[in-house]
């Protein structure tokens, strides 16, 4: 019997996922949705990137956090319209879900985005399992967190078109082999993106600029 709930949870997941990706298409937006452990710097990440392609690019942010309002205050200072949502009102999820999405979607003048991105809650693995009607998911990876975490947390790697090895301005005071958890990543994923950036310097971050540019542009 709870098999059964879990999998009615999930159905209807998927329905409004299924709803919201209608609604973006329509309105010409394209959905990305950003997650990552905590504390990976996923949110410096997005500062750096909003700085580089608004106003070119019409952006904004769906936030979440189980609790605070402190991400949300720092992308707001990017000019991007932000909507923060915190879970602990709803039981303190560790992920948003497509009907969190839809609600929060309604804070937006959709007719006047080009990008949606969502911050996902930190957590490297309830998001993963969670359509939310977005293009594409990417993840935020630190250096600091080792090698071995794509094969420790697979769904998370394998749902991803990119992934994003933050803080690479602290390798030459760390006992890290990048190129291991390159291969780990492509283990799990062959087809994936895989961008060494550092949040902090800006270093990498063209690369990974002109990949979502190129998202962007081509949604239908």
Known sequence: MEIKVVRKVLDVNETIAKQNRKMFAEKKIFVLNM???PGAGKT???????AHIMPEIRSAVIVGDICTTNDAD????TGAPVVQVNTDEFGGDCHLAAHVIA?????????ALDLLIVENVGNLVCPA???IGEDARAVVLSVTEGEDKPV???LMFRVCEAALLNKTDLLPHLDYDIKTTIENICQ????????????????????WLD???????QKP
């Open 211 to 217: 990949w979502l540019r190129r998202r962007v542009e």
């Open 152 to 154: 420790k947390y697979p």
């Open 129 to 131: 399992e969670f359509d």
């Open 35 to 37: 997650m990552s452990s």
């Open 103 to 111: 609600k929060a979607a309604e804070g937006f003048d959709l007719d």
């Open 44 to 50: 410096t990440v997005l500062e750096k990137t909003l």
């Open 74 to 77: 720092r992308l707001a200072k």
């Open 188 to 207: 799990v994923n062959s087809d994936i993106s895989v961008f060494e950036v550092s949040a902090k310097t800006e270093d990498g971050f063209g690369p």
